[in-house]
């Protein structure tokens, strides 16, 4: 049984920010100035599997910086959004471009620019760390921190429900 008190079943697909969820909320900066990001690698095995088992998955960030779709292309995330300052209109664009319905969709944001976002999906999720007002609107609250494993937390989760754990000879490669 899930911890998650969601139909997790029906989730086709998952969108993620990226600062304070995918990478810590207290990232490094470069001598230049250039905040640097940190991916967890467990996340990266669970979202490369999550796009083998046929999720769809989403980014959508504020940043603007190669190093996001570096990392991101790579394990299979196509769907990648930047420099993104209202995130709901292009959350909403993403669903009619891939006829999801709202209800289908996980939604992992850690802080106020957030919040249309999670109030707009079927599940949303907050980090452990996350501001208080995205945990009160959150359905499900990870134990993990942003940056900690907060993809792999939820994904394991959608994908056990659905079967797609670990099921297949493909889930032990990347």
């Not at 990648?80 to 209109?89: A, E, H």
Request: charged letters at 20%; proline letters at 6%.
């Amino acid at each position: 049984m899930s911890k998650i008190d969601y139909n997790l079943k029906k989730i086709k697909a998952l969108a993620f920010d990226v600062d304070g969820v995918l990478s810590p909320s207290t990232i490094p900066m470069s001598p230049n100035g250039v905040p640097l990001r940190m991916a967890n690698l467990k996340d990266g095995y669970a979202m490369q599997l999550a796009v083998k088992a046929g999720l769809r998955l989403a980014i959508i960030t504020g940043a603007n910086v190669p190093s996001i779709p570096g990392r991101f292309n790579v394990i299979g995330v196509q769907d990648i959004f930047m420099g993104v300052s209202d995130k709901l209109p292009v959350f909403e664009k993403w669903l009619a471009d891939n006829n999801l319905s709202p209800d289908e969709v996980v939604y992992a944001g850690d802080d106020i620019p957030d919040l249309p976002v999670l109030r707009a999906c079927g599940l949303a999720v907050a980090p452990r760390d996350a501001a208080a007002e995205c945990k009160a609107v959150a359905k499900f609250v990870t134990a993990a921190d942003g940056g900690h494993g907060v993809a792999r937390e939820i994904l394991e989760e959608v994908m056990r429900a659905q079967g797609h754990w670990l099921s297949a000879d493909k889930a032990y490669a990347w």
